[in-house]
């Protein structure tokens, strides 16, 4: 069975940092792309930040030189770094799977809350 477990999210204060995991199990995952993406209350999920199989990234436009997408292949794991971060930046951040056999596959989420 697939699973995602995200973690790292928490409260922090405006021009503060956090770095999210996402821990991925039952498939393999050095094959995959990954993605993160986020949903503020009120608003659609959108996609954050995508990191191919050998290590392409993208970003959304309001995180670029911010955040950091990366991997570690051989901990099953993608990280997102977040430096300078802003009350905008306050949602529930998700991992999921976006290549291979579990394409779509979704982690639980983790909850990240900037305050002014």
């Known amino acids: 069975q697939v699973q995602l477990v995200e973690s790292g999210g928490g409260l922090v204060q405006a021009g503060g940092s956090l770095r999210l995991s996402c821990v991925v199990s039952?498939?393999?995952?050095?094959?995959?792309?990954m993605g993160w993406y986020r949903q503020a209350p009120g608003k659609e999920r959108e996609l954050v930040a995508s990191?191919?199989?050998?290590?392409?990234?993208n970003y959304e436009d309001s995180v670029k030189g911010r955040f950091t997408i990366s991997r570690d292949n051989a901990k099953n794991t993608v990280y997102l770094q977040m430096n300078s971060l802003k009350p905008e930046d306050t949602a529930v951040y998700y991992c999921k799977i976006l290549s291979g056999t579990h394409i779509g596959t979704w982690g639980q989420g983790t909850l990240v809350t900037v305050s002014s």
């Open positions: 039952g498939t393999t995952f050095s094959g995959s792309s």
């Open positions: 990191i191919t199989w050998y290590g392409s990234t």
